[in-house]
C-alpha cells in the first residue's frame, strides 16, 4: 500500500473518531482526500507525492481551500495543481 493510501486512511479514520456520526461519509473521505493526492501525483509524473501534500489535502477536505492550496505550494506543488487538487479534496 503506497504511503499517501495509507495516511488518507489514517486521517479518515481520525476524522471519524473525533466526528462520532460522520461513519456514513467515511469511504467518500478517504476517496476525496485520495483523489487530492493523486492529482499532485500526477504532476509528480509518477513520484509518490511528500506527507506535507496528504496533510494539505486534508486541510482541503476540511474545507480550507486557501489553507490547503498555501500547503500543497509550500510542497512545491504548481499554483494551477494545488488549486485543482483543493477544489476535488471537499467533493
Keep these: ?3 499517501s493510501t495509507r495516511i488518507a486512511g489514517v486521517l479518515t479514520g481520525l476524522t471519524l473518531a ?3 456520526g460522520a461513519a456514513l461519509m467515511a469511504p467518500a ?8 493526492i493523486n492529482q499532485v501525483e500526477s504532476e ?9 501534500v496528504s496533510m494539505a489535502c486534508y486541510v482541503g477536505l476540511t ?9 500543497l505550494t509550500e ?4 499554483d494551477a495543481t494545488a488549486a485543482s487538487a483543493c ?3 471537499p467533493k
Design 1 to 3: 500500500m503506497r504511503t
Design 29 to 36: 473521505a478517504q476517496a476525496d482526500v485520495t483523489q487530492c
Design 87 to 89: 477544489e476535488a479534496a
Design 44 to 52: 509528480l509524473q509518477g513520484g509518490e507525492a511528500p506527507d506535507s
Design 75 to 78: 510542497s512545491r506543488v504548481s
Design 63 to 71: 474545507g480550507d481551500q486557501a489553507k490547503c492550496v498555501s500547503g
Design 18 to 20: 473525533l466526528g462520532g
